[in-house]
């Protein structure tokens, strides 16, 4: 029996999540993977106004607002039966390249890098770079005056946090600067999206934001300053650290998992929609040196709340799911469903979506040895932001083509009232990877409600079959030499991007208490 | 040297080992031409006379971070300078780079010391704890002993301040209004809080050590005195009674936006002035009408949305047609 260590909360994530891990010979046995906050959006939603629903569900997670604004959307879209004009497709996608952009600078930034650096070496650092001293006297300053809060405490750098003072010092800088890059890429979306967090212009029918030429010379304008940062800083970084310092973590393929991938599919680069910037696609047990994509069939999808706080059932399609709380089921660990994909759990985001659409530079780097895992999630992220980035340059010329004709339109104005009954369903790639809405409508109300989200897919529990989740699943083997430390653990859940609340416990395993590390 | 294994025990706590300290103090004496005695002496005395800067906790209960996104959107000053110069961030799950017990023990220690600024983002579910458990606790639990010993409490979005969404679920999330009913908070409603509010709110305090004017939901009266419809560019529209009904009309982009289910005239924000994103936008001006969350009946009581079917819409207009909203030339 190894010992069980538990991190709670675990901590540059969106939301609150529990992670136990049991850990034998250096290594870890066995994972569990628990969402501990629950707020009953879908059960809320039931008896609304269904246009209700986009504005709401944006609400799901204000990092991601967009995606489950335009999901839900899509839901009604299908549900309403109407026909999103191509200006109202280019308004939605232009908002959701801008969440795109930000939100994977963020994450590599803000969320993982502390992870993958050893902050204190920027002392170390020789150079005369004006900016880069700056930069230096700024934490030694914060070392200086004994509080380098919120940098510190952390957990001990190990053998793989980058230490050289030039790199680190970079780092650094660039964790500043992309926290104003981030801002500024909120504010491009927000010229179509009318505010963030939360878009409030994405609605059933398209988009209400009408737009003038002014607009689109301004988002592309604000276009360039993140391209630059994506191609100059973002992407070099993180090839930089991922074939450098890291490359033994990526060649390890440390926090790989179940090697099973699943994409929807989404953003339109034609009206037909026939060219995706993300393909959609399903790959059971990936073979590198010969990938095979199947179609995707949403009938293929249920969901399992077996070790679940719900009201037991077997296991459902999303159309007839519910969302009834029992917080006393025995068995139970988790308010996060578990899903699967012909009874699999699948791996979806980033990683999913470069493998099947067999991106060149990604396979580059699997020819180089990079397996799938904690580090390959990063370099794939980094990897699809610059496809997002050409493409939002394409959308801006495709939307000053469309909206200087005769005809323009941004909204289906004939599908505005809901319909007596009716259903629908919106699938979506999120930046964290495939999300779905589902709906009912019954009396033009909502009947039912229920979305199963990128981080629902992955930081699902065991299912009825007693298989781990993703999340627990990837944590399988990967080193932590000292239970006081367990960095690696939390470098394999945040290269998911976890977005939902989640928290790693220390449990003694004879008593099953949970050991306390609380400094009296 | 007592002071000195002091020093190492305190930048132990905050997971700097002596090691690394030496480090720094030989690179950095180094580069000032002192001997690394002379120099971490001086570290010792300058860490005795240090300013300190104020600490802020800031915890999240039913909560998107939406918030906390907003938060980082500021630019003038930007997030960077806030988290690093002006405030002591001791615990924000999203930003702080400790996790499990190191972020519990900090959190505990700040507790214990008191005298920090209370942030709060996220409703607390009244209907049962376990609905949110933060550490292996109840976020309410950790709310109330958290907010002993602040020197103030500032609840940020819909959700902390008056429960937001989370009120219309099963969870039945409440506000600090109803969760914490004998402390003074600051409220900044709004779904998310705009950043201008809570950067200026956390300033003003720590400039003055006082509470902003606050109005009678405690809401700061510079943010929340007048209505959106008071500032609305789109009022005269209202006044004529020429409101938007299909979005793809060139002509109607300027009207009022009340079929569409706007709650202006019952919502009490700064944002026609203020806007959002640096000014880029906001809700009336890229089409969509106001959803009135600013306001404590928020989300639910206003549903429908987007229609001007729900009751507050219904007496929005039946106090329009008996004259009792001033028309723009008349205010």
């Known amino acids: 029996m190894g010992k069980k260590i538990s991190i709670d909360p675990v901590t540059r994530i969106e939301g609150h999540l529990k992670i136990e891990v049991e850990i034998e010979n250096g290594k870890v046995k066995d994972a569990w993977s628990a969402g501990t906050m629950a707020r009953g959006f879908e059960a809320l939603l039931t008896g609304k106004d269904p246009r209700d629903a986009p504005f709401v569900t944006s609400r799901f997670c204000g990092v991601c607002f967009s995606v489950h604004q335009i999901a839900s959307a899509r839901a009604l879209d299908d549900a309403f039966g109407a026909n999103v004009p191509w200006g109202g497709t280019l308004l939605r996608n232009l908002a959701m390249g801008a969440e795109y952009i930000y939100d994977h600078v963020l994450h590599f930034y803000h969320l993982t890098a502390l992870d993958y650096i050893d902050i204190m070496a920027v002392a170390n650092y020789k150079g005369k770079d004006k900016d880069l001293v700056a930069v230096k006297e700024k934490i030694l300053g914060l070392v200086k005056a004994n509080d380098t809060f919120p940098l510190t405490p952390r957990y001990k750098p190990d053998e793989y946090c980058v230490n050289d003072p030039d790199m680190v010092i970079a780092a650094v800088k660039h964790y500043i600067d992309a926290l104003s890059m981030n801002a500024k890429a909120r504010n491009m979306g927000a010229i179509f999206g009318g505010r963030t967090p939360h878009y409030q212009s994405i609605v059933v029918g398209g988009c209400t934001q009408y737009p003038d030429i002014n607009m689109v010379a301004r988002f592309r304008t604000m276009l360039d300053e993140q391209a630059k940062f994506v191609n100059e800083v973002y992407i070099p970084d993180v090839l930089a650290f991922g074939t450098g310092p890291l490359l033994p973590l990526a060649t390890m393929g440390v926090g790989g998992g179940h090697n099973n991938y699943l994409s929807y599919g989404a953003l339109e680069k034609d009206p037909a929609g026939n060219d995706l910037v993300f393909p959609p696609g399903v790959i059971f047990g990936l073979d590198p040196g010969n990938i095979k994509v199947q179609p995707f069939d949403q009938k293929k999808i249920t969901e399992s709340v077996k070790y679940a706080w719900y009201k037991q059932d077997k296991p459902q399609h999303p159309y007839n799911g519910k969302q009834e709380f029992d917080l006393n089921h025995k068995e139970a660990y988790t308010f996060v469903k578990a899903p699967r994909y012909d009874g699999k759990p699948m791996e979806v985001g980033p990683l999913a979506r470069m493998i099947i659409t067999k991106n060149p530079t990604l396979l580059g780097l699997v020819k180089k040895g990079v397996k799938p895992g904690a580090v390959a999630r990063h370099a794939a992220r980094a990897i699809e932001t610059k496809l997002i980035v050409d493409a939002c340059y394409k959308w801006c010329d495709d939307l000053l083509d469309a909206m200087t004709k005769p005809g323009f339109k941004i909204h289906d104005t004939d599908h505005w009232e809901p319909p007596e009954t009716g259903m629908g369903v919106g699938f979506y790639e999120a930046p964290r990877g495939a999300l779905g809405h589902w709906i009912k409508i019954k009396n033009k109300k909502i009947d039912n409600y229920q979305a199963v989200v990128p981080s629902t897919w992955m930081a699902s529990p065991r299912d009825e079959k007693k298989v781990r989740g993703q999340y627990e699943e990837s944590l399988i083997g990967v080193p932590v030499p000292d239970a006081e430390n367990p960095i690696n653990v939390v470098r394999v859940i945040r290269s998911f991007d976890p977005c939902l609340a989640c928290a790693i416990h220390l449990i003694d395993p004879k008593t099953n208490e949970i050991r306390k590390f609380i400094v009296e | ?331």
């Not at chain 2, 030989?26 to 240090?50: N, P």
């Open chain 2, 1 to 331: 040297m007592d002071k000195e294994r002091e020093l190492y025990r305190e930048l132990e706590l905050k997971g700097v080992s002596r090691r690394e300290f030496l480090k720094y103090c030989a690179a950095t004496a180094a580069v000032l031409g002192l001997s690394e005695l002379e120099f971490t002496t001086r570290v010792v005395q300058a860490l005795e006379s240090a300013s300190k800067k104020p600490p802020v906790i800031w915890i999240s209960g039913q909560d998107c971070a939406g918030c906390s996104i907003s938060f980082t959107g500021a630019l003038n000053p930007p997030a960077a300078s806030i988290i690093l110069d002006k405030i002591s961030l001791r615990y924000h799950e999203a930003i702080m780079a400790a996790s499990g017990h190191l972020a519990e023990s900090v959190y505990h220690e700040t507790v214990k010391q008191g005298g920090y600024v209370l942030v709060v983002e996220g409703s607390v579910p009244s209907a049962d704890d376990r609905f949110c458990m933060v550490g292996g606790r109840p976020f309410r639990k950790i709310l109330e002993e958290a907010a002993v010993k602040a020197v103030a409490i500032i609840a940020v979005g819909a959700c902390a301040a008056y429960g937001g969404i989370p009120a219309a679920g099963p969870t039945k999330g409440i506000g600090l209004n109803k969760a914490l009913p004998d402390r003074q908070v600051i409220n900044l409603p709004t779904c998310p809080v705009h950043p201008d509010h809570l950067v200026g709110t956390v300033l003003y305090f720590l400039a003055t050590r006082k509470v902003p004017l606050l109005d009678d939901l405690n809401r700061p009266k510079a943010y929340f005195g007048r209505s959106i419809h008071d500032n609305c560019r789109r009022r005269g529209y209202f006044d004529e009674g020429l409101f938007l009904t299909d979005w793809n009309d060139p002509n109607q982009q300027d009207w009022c936006l009340f079929e569409k289910g706007c709650k202006g005239p019952d919502t009490y924000s700064d944002c026609p002035v203020r806007r959002w994103n640096d000014g880029i936008n906001f809700c009336i001006d890229c089409g969509a009408g106001c959803q009135g969350c600013a306001e404590p009946d928020f989300y639910a009581d206003l549903s429908p949305l987007f229609t001007a079917e729900g009751e507050k819409s219904k007496n929005i207009m039946a106090r329009k047609k008996a004259g009792l909203i001033p028309k723009k030339k008349e205010a």
